[in-house]
């Protein structure tokens, strides 16, 4: 019998196959508590990091954007007020769960002529050639199967000048602070089980932080996928990094 590539999921390793429906199992699971559980695990700092990473993609009225792994709106909201009405903005999710709950909570906050919902893969965007002027991506990059084929399928859908962005847990560049941040995260599954009823899926979270490729790793596979200018920007000590590309 062929063996069958596996890859990781959290500290688990899988078939590659089936990952995504894992990683799926997960986010339908924490769908309506995503933004709370976010609140705790980074003591409400994300909400800042998003606007750091919406002001690095350089947004501004008319472009069209899209938010990939988009998931429950936080920077759709912030990139539809930078594009206006002349411009657009389109969420996309693999998951269908946190799509639905990105849109509701869109809607309820009266956004509604400039955004677009699709569901889709990162590593094979559904989308044509150099149609983004922007493509910014939020705590999503590390739960994607094959992060090389995303990093691909972006820079196609990117117009020539445009940027990819992607925000995500990293690794804390200082001894003390990994120790403690390490320390910190133990308690998020014990949280995820008391505030969202469910332990396991917190635990993955925890554990798809840890293996998630550092800074340097992720900025050279990004730039051997074609992205050009490929740099990043440590927060709070490399807790959390921006990565930026340009379209090749």
Not at 73 to 88: I, W, Y
Not at 92 to 112: A, F, P, T, V, Y
Request: proline share 3%.
């Amino acid at each position: 019998m062929e063996e069958q590539e596996t890859t990781h999921f959290g500290r688990k390793t899988v078939p590659i196959a089936e990952k995504a429906k894992h990683v799926a199992g997960v986010f339908h699971s924490v769908a309506s508590r995503y933004d709370l559980m976010n609140d705790l695990m980074s003591l409400g700092t994300h909400r800042l990091m998003k606007r750091v990473a919406v002001e690095k993609s350089r947004a501004r009225a008319g472009q069209t954007v899209l938010d990939l792994a988009g998931g429950t709106g936080d920077l759709t909201a912030l990139l539809a007020k930078r594009v206006g009405s002349s411009g657009k903005i389109v969420l996309c999710d693999i998951n269908k769960s946190m799509l639905l709950e990105g849109r509701d909570r869109l809607i309820d906050q009266g956004l509604l002529g400039n955004i677009e919902y699709v569901q889709g893969d990162a590593e094979n965007l559904p989308f044509q050639d150099n149609q983004f002027d922007a493509i910014t991506m939020a705590f999503g990059i590390r739960n994607v199967t094959d992060k090389s084929a995303a990093f691909r399928s972006m820079g196609r859908a990117l117009k020539p000048g445009g940027r990819a962005v992607i925000l995500e847990f990293s690794k804390p560049q200082h001894t003390g602070l990994d120790v403690a941040y390490k320390a910190f995260s133990r308690i998020w599954p014990e949280a995820g089980r008391i505030i969202a009823g469910d332990r396991e899926s917190y635990q993955y979270l925890v554990e798809s932080i840890e293996v998630h490729p550092g800074q340097e790793e992720l900025k050279q596979m990004m730039s051997e996928a074609g992205l050009r200018n490929v740099r990043y920007h440590n927060l709070v000590d490399g807790i959390v990094a921006i990565h930026i590309g340009e379209a090749p």
